[in-house]
């Protein structure tokens, strides 16, 4: 019998009505792929592990997101899809909209392996010229639960909100990326900007 997070279970009796069975899908997926999984609560999303991080799934309003925190050595397309939303698959609306149960299990699979190789995430390149800012969705779900933090990075200019998700998307690992999370909400609850150390505002 898999070991279930009653705190999952609680965030998927929360979501939308269209959410709930997707959810419930990929959660019943990464447990049938991977029976040693473990399930946790982080920046009030679910998150799966398996000697470290390997998955994570959220709901929103109107979509879903899953994806794994090695993405970038699993799912082809992953960069045009990760414009859009949180993880390698788009807006989720409906099961239709994940690849087929072995698919995903197949990727699944292959999380494991690199976790259990110690194989890293690589870089993200920095594009050669200047985007349109996007706050990844995980950023803007952590903010969502401390409102002090969420007014306060509203309130920021453009470039301090830029130095913050730059941070976050720069990270090489998925550990850095947890940390640099973690400590991110914590300035922004405080009002500070992302090199307030070093006196740059």
């Not at 994806?67 to 807006?91: C, P, T, Y």
Request: charged share 25%.
């Amino acid at each position: 019998m898999p070991t279930l997070d009653p705190r999952i279970d609680a965030y998927i009796a929360k979501s939308a009505e269209f959410a709930q069975p997707i959810l419930e899908h990929l959660r019943a997926v990464v447990h049938a792929a991977c029976p040693d999984v473990e399930e946790t609560m982080k920046w009030s999303f679910p998150h799966f592990q398996y000697n470290g991080m390997l998955c994570s799934m959220a709901s929103f309003k109107a979509h879903c997101a899953f994806g794994f925190w090695k993405g970038e050595l699993l799912v082809a397309e992953a960069d045009a899809n990760i414009q859009e939303a949180m993880g390698q698959f788009g807006r989720i609306t409906t099961i239709k909209d994940l690849p087929s149960k072995k698919t995903l299990e197949s990727y699944i699979k292959k999380a494991m392996k690199l976790n259990d190789d110690g194989v890293k995430a690589p870089a993200r390149a920095k594009p050669a010229t200047p985007r349109e800012l996007v706050v990844p969705e995980y950023l803007a779900a952590a903010l969502a639960q401390q409102q002090p933090a969420l007014d306060h990075f509203n309130a920021f200019s453009t470039s301090k909100k830029r130095d913050y998700v730059e941070w976050m998307e720069e990270a090489r690992t998925e550990a850095t990326r947890l940390r640099r999370l973690e400590q991110a909400v914590e300035w922004i609850a405080e009002g500070k900007a992302r090199n307030w150390k070093y006196g740059k505002c």
